[in-house]
């Protein structure tokens, strides 16, 4: 589907979204899915203006953290990232990504993210070209590309933004490519082929029997197609 130059060497990164757990139960649903240290959690940020809903904001992150080991990749829907900076690097997020479509800024939003201490990452809109963040892409830790419109969970896969991430895999073979919405068991092959590393999953996992050995699939998936391992060198299912 893709062409060779899809294959990358950037470590697969699965990240259940807590967007789609039991709520009620933040914590322990966190980790029921990632209980270890090495492990990624993904937590949506919504303002109610950039996006049409609203989730939690800084002091939700803040009591989590002390419950969960997991890496916090918090990615920021709102009008406003820059007001939210200190904040979250206070509640303990360890990255923050921002919409492009928010700041007029990109540049020095980055410049403020890393002096926090934060990795920083950009975000898409899918309608959004890659090409409006390509001149920023050395100087970020991650671009993620949604496959859905940002505001809800589970919302149906959108194949058609596959085009953007090979795009950008081309051009950059060293930067790590965060895809979210819709990705689960059924579609990481075509979302690793076009050269994704990062991908974040929420209803595919949550409501997975098992949800280490779904985000295990998806894994091997991107060892597979995107870093082009042979079977026998994939990560073994317990």
Known sequence: LFP???????????????????????????????PN????????VMDGHFVPNLTW??????????????????????????????????????????????????????AKIKEAGMKCGIALKPKTPASAVEEYA???????????????????FMHDIMPKVSALRA????????VDGGVGPDNIDIVAQAGA???VAGSSVFKAADPRACMLTMHRSVEKHGNGKADAELTPMP
């Open 171 to 178: 051009r950059f073979p060293a930067l790590n490519i965060q």
């Open 57 to 110: 904001g800084a002091p939700v992150v803040k009591c989590l953290r002390p419950h969960c080991k997991a890496f916090f990749d918090v990615h920021l829907m709102v009008s406003d990232p820059a007001f939210w900076i200190k904040d979250m690097k206070d509640a303990g997020a360890d990255q923050f990504t921002f919409h492009i479509e928010a700041t007029d800024d990109p540049r020095g939003l980055i």
């Open 37 to 44: 240290k090495e492990d990624y959690v993904h937590l949506d």
């Open 138 to 156: 050395g100087e970020v830790d991650l671009v993620l590309c949604m496959t859905v419109e940002p505001g809800f969970g589970g919302q149906k």
């Open 197 to 199: 590393n990062w991908i």
């Open 4 to 34: 060779d130059a899809m294959v990358h060497s950037q470590a697969p990164v699965i990240l259940p979204s807590l967007l789609a757990c039991d709520l009620a139960n933040l914590a322990t649903e966190a980790n029921r899915v990632c």
